[in-house]
């Protein structure tokens, strides 16, 4: 497992500003980055799997981020079996407040112990620090600009594509 191998692994449902945030400081920090779409079992979904996947693809190739980003999905098992077979030594997650260091930490704790495994908590750009998923998708459903807290292509799609969902 590589130090230079990193995986931030998320719901991305639908993917915001905080996260690009987080995926653009990562890839200035690892070799690699595998940028993960995982199902939460936990989480009622809004978009299909595919969807967040296209749309992150979308948003990061906009966003012009640097280094090697690698775009996939996950629903085979643990997280840290995708990051064993791809070498990965690192998870990294945002932080944005204590309600976040409560459900990350014992995540981090667990995967290490499952595969010694680190996890890298990265603070948030202020601007996005109270920006999350399911806000947007509230805001989203009720018929609101979501357009300041996501992507351009996020945007785009909540704004006409996603009617129907
Ligand atoms: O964006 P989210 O919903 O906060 O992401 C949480 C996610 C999907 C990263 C987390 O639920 C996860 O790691 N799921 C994978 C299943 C797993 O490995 N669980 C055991 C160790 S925590």
Do not use: C
């Amino acid at each position: 497992m590589s130090s230079r191998i990193a995986v931030v692994p998320g719901s991305f449902d639908p993917p915001t500003l905080g996260h690009l945030d987080v995926i653009r400081r990562a890839a200035a920090l690892y070799d690699e980055l595998h940028v993960l779409v995982v199902h939460n079992p936990d989480k009622q979904a809004m978009l299909p799997v595919a969807q967040r996947l296209s749309l992150l693809e979308e948003s990061i190739a906009e966003a012009g981020v640097a280094g090697q980003v690698i775009v996939g999905s996950w629903s085979m098992g643990l997280l840290v079996d995708y990051a064993r077979d791809v070498g990965a030594g690192v998870l990294v997650k945002g932080i944005r407040s204590q309600v976040d260091v409560a459900y990350e930490s014992p995540m981090a704790i667990v995967n290490r112990h499952l595969a010694d495994i680190e996890t890298v908590f990265l603070l948030p750009d202020p601007a996005h620090a109270l920006v999350s998923s399911s806000l947007v998708r509230q805001v989203a459903a009720l018929g609101g600009d979501v357009s300041p807290f996501v992507p351009a292509p996020v945007a785009r799609f909540l704004d006409t594509g996603a009617r129907g969902l």
